[in-house]
């Protein structure tokens, strides 16, 4: 499960990227296209840096950030969207639709460190893909 969310969250920062190089050059914004930028590839990193964790907290506590980052990354999104900057367009940046985004409930579990793990894979990969399908 792990390695899914790493490869799914480092092809949405690769397309990040390209959405961000998009908005500076064509449409000539450069304060949201750098804080895009920042979010949707922060998604990866703290992914990859909680990969590295030394302990379990510090693991839980990485994939928490990220799961914060992929909120902010679809807030400005949809801003980006609202906003005329991106339109959805087939073969477009974010063209291309997902399907099969993962429910989630609005309260955390408690219950055990193994399920709030998979809350935050959950939550993750829902916002990456929903992020997707709503551009």
């Given amino acids: 499960m792990g390695d899914l969310i790493r490869d799914k969250s480092y092809a949405f920062a690769l397309r990040i990227v390209r959405l961000s190089d998009y908005l500076n ?3 000539r914004e450069f304060v949201l296209s750098r804080k895009i930028l920042d979010s949707g590839t922060n998604i990866g990193l703290f992914i990859e840096e909680g990969r590295q964790g030394e302990n379990r907290p510090d693991f839980i506590q990485k994939y928490s950030i990220a799961n914060k980052e992929a909120f902010k990354t679809n807030f400005l999104l ?3 969207r ?3 900057q991106i339109t959805p367009e087939p073969g477009g940046i974010f063209g291309s639709r997902l399907r099969g985004t993962a429910e989630t409930s609005d309260n955390v579990p408690k219950d055990s460190t193994k399920t709030r793990i998979s809350y935050h894979f959950s939550l993750i990969s829902y916002h990456l893909f929903r992020s997707l399908a709503e551009t």
């Fill in 25 to 27: 050059k064509e449409r």
């Fill in 78 to 80: 949809r801003l980006l």
């Fill in 82 to 84: 609202d906003s005329e």
